[in-house]
C-alpha cells in the first residue's frame, strides 16, 4: 500500500489509534483518537507515557505501560475525565531479539460504539460486557457469554451454577440487561439470607392481616414488584421443600394468590435462579424437588471457575487495579513477576478473592513494598555491558518505578534520598533522543 493511502487509512478508521515505541515514547496518534480524546497529537507526540500518565495528568492509565512491563498484549478499559468509556487493546511488535519495538494500541469508544452500523459482534460483545464490568477473555467465559446472550432475549427460565465469587450475580444482571425486559425492575433475592418462615411473604406478597405481625396493609411480593421485568432467585438450593412446592405451581399456573389473598395474581416474569450446589445430587438426596429443578434447567449456564480459566485473570488484574487505583488515588502497576504469580494460584474464592487480593496490593503496598512495583523485586539487568552501563540500565529502571510509583517528582525526590532538581534532570536525561518537542 503507497504512503498516502496509509495515511488515509490511519485518520479515518472508526478506532483510535495510539503507538508508541519500546520505551513508552508517543510516536503517533491518529485522528479518531483526537476526536475520542480531545487531546491534539502534537500535545503527545514524541513524549513519554511515563510522564503523561498520573492524576491530573493526561491519562489516569496506560495499557503500552502495562504491555512494556509484561512484554504480552493487554486489553484495558478506561474513563476519560470527560466521562467517555475507551477500550483499548494493546499489542507489542518485537524486533528480532525479542525486545518490543512498537506498541499498537487500538482503541474504541464504548459510549458511541453501540451508534455505530458498522460494528462486529465481537466489538458489540465487548461492549455490552464492559458496560456491566464483566471480563471475558478466555474461550471458557466468551461461550458462556455467548450462550447467555443468545437467550436473554427470549423468556426462557435460566439457571446459572458455579462456584462461590465466579460472576454467577453479574451473570444474571447481564442477562436482564441483555433482554427486552431491561427497561422493567430486576428484582433479586437470596434465598439463603431470609429466614425460611418469610421466604413465602417476601416472594408472593401477603394481604392484611394474613398472620400475626404482618403489615396492616398488606405487601407486594417479589413477583409482584418485578412488574413484567426479571426476578433473581439467588441460592435457590437453600429454598425450603414447601416453598419449592409453591414455586413449582407458580411458574406452571403463572399466576397466584398472595398469602390470605382471594385475588388471583398473575405473573408476566423471566425467572433466573442462581446457585453454587449441585442440584442434580440434591434431587438425588430428595432435598430438591425434581419437577423444580427440570422446570428450572430448561438452559443450565455453568460458569467455571477462575482456575480453569486462567486466560481471564490477567484482564480481571487490570480491571481491578485500575477500578482500585481510581477508588484509593493511586497509580500502581503489577510487574510481569506479579502477575504471573497472581494467576498461578489457585482462587478457590474465585474473582471475589481475586478482587479482595488486588485490592489488599494497591492499598497495602508502601515504600516496604510487598510485590506491587518493589525495586528489588526487578531481575538484575543482564550480566553483559560495562559496569557504568549497568548501573545506568539499574538507575533508569529505579526512576522509571519511582515515577510510576511517587507521581510528583518532588516526592520521588523524597524517597529517592535526592533533591528535585536532581530528579527532574535525571528524568530528562531519561529519554533525550526522543524528546524533540523539547517536553
Ligand atoms: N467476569 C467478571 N468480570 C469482572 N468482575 C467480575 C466478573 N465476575 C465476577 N466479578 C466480580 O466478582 C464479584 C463476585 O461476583 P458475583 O457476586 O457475581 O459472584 P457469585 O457467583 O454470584 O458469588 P456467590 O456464589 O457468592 O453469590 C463481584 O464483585 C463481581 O462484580
Ligand atoms: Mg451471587
Keep these: 500500500?503507497?504512503?498516502?493511502?496509509?495515511?488515509?487509512?490511519?485518520?479515518?478508521?472508526?478506532?483510535?489509534?495510539?503507538?508508541?515505541?519500546?520505551?513508552?515514547?508517543?510516536?503517533?496518534?491518529?485522528?479518531?483518537?483526537?476526536?475520542?480524546?480531545?487531546?491534539?497529537?502534537?500535545?503527545?507526540?514524541?513524549?513519554?507515557?511515563?510522564?503523561?500518565?498520573?492524576?491530573?495528568?493526561?491519562?489516569?492509565?496506560?495499557?503500552?505501560?502495562?504491555?512494556?512491563?509484561?512484554?504480552?498484549?493487554?486489553t484495558a478499559t478506561y474513563s476519560t475525565s470527560t466521562g467517555r468509556k475507551l477500550l483499548v487493546k494493546g499489542r507489542p511488535i518485537f524486533?528480532?531479539?525479542?525486545?518490543?519495538?512498537?506498541?499498537?494500541?487500538?482503541?474504541?469508544?464504548?459510549t458511541v460504539v453501540q451508534y455505530q452500523q458498522t460494528i462486529d459482534d465481537d466489538t458489540a460483545r465487548d461492549h455490552l460486557v464492559a458496560e456491566e464490568d464483566l471480563i471475558a477473555c478466555s474461550d471458557a467465559m466468551r461461550q458462556v457469554i455467548d450462550v447467555a446472550l443468545r437467550v436473554a432475549p427470549s423468556d426462557s427460565t435460566l439457571l446459572i451454577t458455579g462456584e462461590t465469587g465466579v460472576g454467577k450475580s453479574l451473570l444474571a444482571r447481564l442477562i436482564h440487561r441483555a433482554s427486552s425486559r431491561r427497561e422493567k425492575p430486576l428484582m433479586q433475592?437470596?434465598?439463603?439470607?431470609?429466614?425460611?418462615?418469610?421466604?413465602?411473604?417476601?416472594?408472593?406478597?401477603?394481604?392484611?392481616?394474613?398472620?400475626?405481625?404482618?403489615?396492616?396493609?398488606?405487601?407486594?411480593?417479589?413477583?409482584?414488584?418485578?412488574?413484567s421485568g426479571t426476578v433473581f432467585l439467588d441460592e435457590i438450593a437453600e429454598i425450603p421443600l414447601h416453598t419449592q412446592a409453591k414455586l413449582l405451581g407458580v411458574l406452571q399456573d403463572r399466576e397466584y394468590y398472595r398469602i390470605g389473598g382471594r385475588k388471583i395474581t398473575s405473573i408476566d416474569v423471566r425467572l433466573i435462579a442462581a446457585t453454587n450446589r449441585d442440584l442434580a445430587r440434591l434431587v438425588a438426596e430428595g432435598r430438591f424437588r425434581a419437577d423444580l429443578f427440570y422446570r428450572l434447567d430448561v438452559?443450565?449456564?455453568?460458569?467455571?471457575?477462575?482456575?480453569?480459566?486462567?486466560?481471564?485473570?490477567?484482564?480481571?488484574i487490570d480491571f481491578f487495579l485500575a477500578k482500585h487505583n481510581r477508588r484509593h488515588q493511586t497509580y500502581r502497576i503489577f510487574s510481569r513477576k506479579t502477575m504471573d504469580y497472581l494467576t498461578s494460584l489457585p482462587w478457590p474464592g474465585n474473582i471475589r478473592e481475586l478482587e479482595n487480593a488486588v485490592e489488599r496490593l494497591v492499598v497495602t503496598a508502601g515504600d516496604d513494598a510487598d510485590g506491587t512495583v518493589p525495586a528489588a523485586e526487578e531481575p538484575m539487568v543482564n550480566s553483559a555491558g560495562s559496569l557504568k552501563m549497568q548501573l545506568q540500565e539499574y538507575e533508569r529502571k529505579v526512576l522509571l518505578q519511582a515515577r510510576r510509583r511517587y507521581g510528583s517528582t518532588r516526592r520521588m525526590a523524597t524517597a529517592l534520598g535526592i533533591s528535585q532538581a536532581s530528579t527532574v534532570r535525571k528524568l530528562q536525561r531519561l529519554a533525550p533522543a526522543d524528546d524533540t518537542n523539547g517536553v
Aim: hydrophobic fraction near 40%; glycine fraction near 10%.
Design 1 to 74: 500500500m503507497d504512503q498516502e493511502l496509509l495515511e488515509i487509512v490511519f485518520d479515518n478508521v472508526y478506532n483510535g489509534i495510539y503507538i508508541v515505541d519500546g520505551r513508552g515514547i508517543t510516536l503517533a496518534v491518529n485522528r479518531t483518537f483526537e476526536e475520542m480524546s480531545g487531546i491534539r497529537g502534537e500535545e503527545l507526540v514524541g513524549r513519554s507515557l511515563y510522564e503523561l500518565v498520573g492524576k491530573d495528568n493526561y491519562f489516569t492509565g496506560s495499557a503500552s505501560l502495562l504491555v512494556i512491563e509484561r512484554k504480552a498484549p493487554v
Design 95 to 110: 524486533d528480532g531479539r525479542g525486545e518490543i519495538r512498537y506498541i499498537v494500541n487500538t482503541i474504541w469508544d464504548l
Design 189 to 227: 433475592i437470596n434465598c439463603a439470607a431470609i429466614p425460611e418462615a418469610l421466604l413465602e411473604s417476601e416472594l408472593f406478597g401477603y394481604e392484611a392481616g394474613a398472620f400475626t405481625g404482618a403489615d396492616r396493609k398488606g405487601k407486594p411480593g417479589l413477583f409482584e414488584l418485578a412488574d
Design 299 to 316: 438452559v443450565p449456564l455453568q460458569i467455571p471457575p477462575l482456575r480453569d480459566r486462567r486466560d481471564d485473570i490477567p484482564a480481571l
